[in-house]
């Protein structure tokens, strides 16, 4: 397992484009990957073509287990943690267990 980490504090320098470009390339040759979004603007979900919705949050302070917060997305072997908004979970990964490659979502 490999970590890469996208971080500046200046913004608009394309954090979330690098991010997400990145982790859809990986996906795409392949790669199991689990995009993290600990951004306050949470716009990860949005890019990928989802809601923004619970995640980060839920995990790091509400305690919530990791299959809980985790969503898939429309590439395959690509899942998402999602930055906190208010809105309800609209799909998750409810047998995730840390090891995409066993995750039936």
Known sequence: MKTITVANQKGGVAKTTTAVSLAHGLA???????????????????ALGLEQEPGIFNLLVSGKPVRDVVRTTR??????IPATSARPPRRRCSRWNGRAKSASC
């Not at 990957?33 to 979900?45: F, K, S, T």
């Open 75 to 80: 590439r395959q072997g690509l899942y998402l």
């Open 28 to 46: 795409y040759r392949g790669k199991e990957v689990l995009l993290v979004d600990v951004d306050p603007q949470g716009q990860c979900a949005s």
